[in-house]
Nanobody, 124 residues
Framework: QPLLAESGGDLVQAGGSLRLSCKATGFEMRFSNIGWFRQAPGNEREAVSCISISGRIWDYPDSVKGRFDIFRNNAGGTVYLIMNRLKLDDTAVYYC?????????????????WGQGTPVTVSS
């Protein structure tokens, strides 16, 4: 059974940084495209970033471009989301998922397996 487990969510002040991890078990992550999504209270889940099997990267909302980075450690079966200069609007539960493709637009319907999510709260 493929499983994804996110970790690293925390309470952080605006302007700070966090590193989220997405650990895969039960399958070889190196053969999967991995997307990060987030869902803020009252909002729909949206794609944040994605990294393909080949290592190509997509960032989706303009609001995260230049602030968020994604990279994968295939040997460790982990994909990371590095979030810098965090803003209040980044507050959400962050999820990773295996996706059919990273091509834009990436929507939650493209996800195959989901993790349980990790909460990020940005305070002023």
């Amino acid at each position: 059974q493929p499983l994804l487990a996110e970790s690293g969510g925390d309470l952080v002040q605006a302007g700070g940084s966090l590193r989220l991890s997405c650990k895969a078990t039960g399958f070889e992550m190196r053969f999967s495209n991995i997307g990060w999504f987030r869902q803020a209270p009252g909002n729909e889940r949206e794609a944040v970033s994605c990294i393909s099997i080949s290592g190509r990267i997509w960032d989706y909302p303009d609001s995260v471009k230049g602030r968020f980075d994604i990279f994968r450690n295939n040997a460790g079966g982990t994909v990371y989301l590095i979030m810098n200069r965090l803003k209040l609007d980044d507050t959400a539960v962050y999820y990773c998922a295996t996706v059919e493709s990273c091509d834009s637009p990436l929507t939650p319907s493209s996800a195959i397996h989901w993790g349980q999510g990790t909460p990020v709260t940005v305070s002023s």
